[in-house]
Nanobody, 128 residues
Framework: QVQLVESGGGLVQPGGSLRLSCIASGFTLDADAVGWFRQVPRKDREAVSCIDGRDATTWYLESVKGRFTISRDNAKNTVYLQMNNLKPEDTGEYYC?????????????????????WGLGTQVTVSS
């Protein structure tokens, strides 16, 4: 079955850390750009971070720079999002999605139909 599966979400206190994983099955992820997106009820989905498949170029939402790190392990067909110093405003459902190129991945929040595949999401809650 061709799919992306996110894991690693949970409840964490402010200042804590989580590592999200986006595992691809049924296809090879290494040539694809991958983005992490988050959704909060009654708000638009936003792109959090993206990584290119060709040269590992990365992009981050301004509010997560210096706290989040995106990386990929092609041998494991997995993309990670390491989230440190989490804040309550980081709370949301986090999704990963793949695309054929980096520019498409960067636009994934506003053009979700252009992404190749979406996972079902993992919930991150930052609360004391």
């Amino acid at each position: 079955q061709v799919q992306l599966v996110e894991s690693g979400g949970g409840l964490v206190q402010p200042g804590g850390s989580l590592r999200l994983s986006c595992i691809a099955s049924g296809f090879t992820l290494d040539a694809d750009a991958v983005g992490w997106f988050r959704q909060v009820p009654r708000k638009d989905r936003e792109a959090v971070s993206c990584i290119d498949g060709r040269d590992a170029t990365t992009w981050y939402l301004e509010s997560v720079k210096g706290r989040f790190t995106i990386s990929r392990d092609n041998a494991k067909n997995t993309v990670y999002l390491q989230m440190n110093n989490l804040k309550p405003e980081d709370t949301g459902e986090y999704y990963c999605a793949s695309a054929r190129d980096f520019d498409t991945a960067l636009q994934g929040a506003v053009r979700p139909w252009a992404m190749d595949k979406w996972g079902l999401g993992t919930q991150v809650t930052v609360s004391s």
